[in-house]
């Protein structure tokens, strides 16, 4: 079965710093490509990165880049998403999205784990102005 199960979400002043985790599991992890999107009240899901595990390419969105790093921890099929300099517009829902994958990661491989990957239950950003 397949399971991601995020963490680290939370409420931080503008300007500061969270660390999103998703520990995945129900995948051989070498073959998937995991990522994050987010969804503000009234608002569409927005893809924010995704890493392809098979060559650690990664992919970011504009409004993120420079400010939100993400990594893989393959030993303990953990994914993680360091979030700096974050601002209001920030605030959102964040999900953990997976599926089975073997490239380089892309925009398009973002969208497609948004919109059919296996995903968490969510974790809440929030951040102050």
């Known amino acids: 079965e397949v399971q991601l199960v995020e963490s680290g979400g939370g409420l931080v002043q503008a300007g500061g710093s969270l660390r999103l985790s998703c520990a995945a599991s129900?995948?051989?992890?070498?073959?998937?490509?995991i990522g994050w999107f987010r969804q503000a009240p009234g608002k569409e899901p927005e893809d924010v990165s995704c890493i392809s595990i098979s060559d650690g390419s990664t992919y970011y969105t504009d409004a993120v880049k420079g400010r939100f790093t993400i990594s893989s921890d393959n030993a303990k099929n953990t994914m993680y998403l360091q979030m700096n300099m974050l601002g209001p517009d920030d605030t959102a829902v964040y999900y953990c999205a997976a599926g089975r994958f073997r490239g380089s990661a892309s925009k398009t491989l973002a969208t497609l784990l948004t919109r059919a990957g296996f995903r968490g239950q969510g974790t809440q950003v929030t951040v102050s102005s």
């Open positions: 129900g995948f051989t992890f070498g073959d998937i490509a």
